[in-house]
Each structure stands twice: as C-alpha cells, then as structure tokens.
C-alpha cells in the first residue's frame, strides 16, 4: 500500500506541476489547438477525481495498519500526516475547479483566452502539488 499510495501522489502532483508549468503556459501562448488541449485536460481531470480516492484508500489502509503510532497533533509525524491531508483536500478541489474552468472556456472564448483564464487556478495547485511533494518527503 505505501508504494501505491506513493506513486499516485506522486504522478498526481507532478501531472499538476505538469498542467502548471507546460501545458497551460503552451495553451496560452497559441501552441495546442482545440483538440490537444481538450484532451490532455480531460485526462488531467480523470486523474484528479479517481487519485484522491486512492489515496484517501491507501492512507486510511496505512493508518490502520499503524502507521501513525501517536495522537495525530501529538508528533510531528502526525502534524505532518494532517498537513498532508488539508494539502490533498486543497489540491483535490483545485484541480478539479481549474480543469473545469479551462475546459468549460475552450468552446466559447478559444484556447487562449480559456487559458489564460484557467491559468492562476492552475498555479496555485501546482504550488499546493509542490508543497504536498515536499511535506511527504519530510514525512
């Protein structure tokens, strides 16, 4: 379960780093067309609605299997365990919010317009990945 758990947080940060830093940046820039765009973000979204639940899975499994030996507040491996969970709950609701802002502006506004508008919501959840990243590396 811990690689499980490791490897879906892993690929769901980075794909949210990935939308952040290279995806929505060609998209506003006129790179991707309709189509491409349309696609990775649709894939991007699907990953973002099934990997909370994996996670939310093989951490609960992890938790019962001991992993947290303390009270939750009354360790730091508990604090950190906590923050992880507020920093999933963010990054959940942030990716899910820009991919349906980015998609929901392609039709009537074009790629780049739809991109520009998606693109703070975007970078916020890339730092929320990032900070998850380096929470968990602490961890």
């Known amino acids: 379960m811990d690689i499980l758990h490791v490897l879906v947080g892993g690929v769901w940060a ?6 952040a830093a290279l995806i929505i940046p060609s998209a506003r820039d006129g790179r991707l067309d309709v189509e491409a765009l349309t696609w990775l973000t649709g ?12 996670m939310l899975l093989t951490g609960g499994y992890m938790v019962s ?9 009354n360790s730091l491996q508990g604090q950190l365990v906590v923050t992880m969970v507020g920093l999933w709950l963010v990054l959940s ?17 074009g790629v ?7 693109a703070k919501s975007f970078y916020v959840a890339g730092g929320v990945a990032l900070a998850l990243l380096l ?3 602490w961890l």
Do not use: C
């Open 93 to 109: 609701a942030l990716s899910n919010m820009a991919s349906r802002r980015l998609v929901a502006g392609i039709e009537p506004g």
């Open 43 to 54: 894939r991007f979204a699907r990953f973002s609605q099934i990997a909370p639940i994996l």
């Open 112 to 118: 780049e317009p739809a991109a520009r508008s998606a």
């Open 14 to 19: 980075g794909w949210t780093v990935f939308m």
């Open 135 to 137: 929470v968990g590396g």
């Open 65 to 73: 299997q001991g992993a947290i030996t303390d009270a939750p507040l």
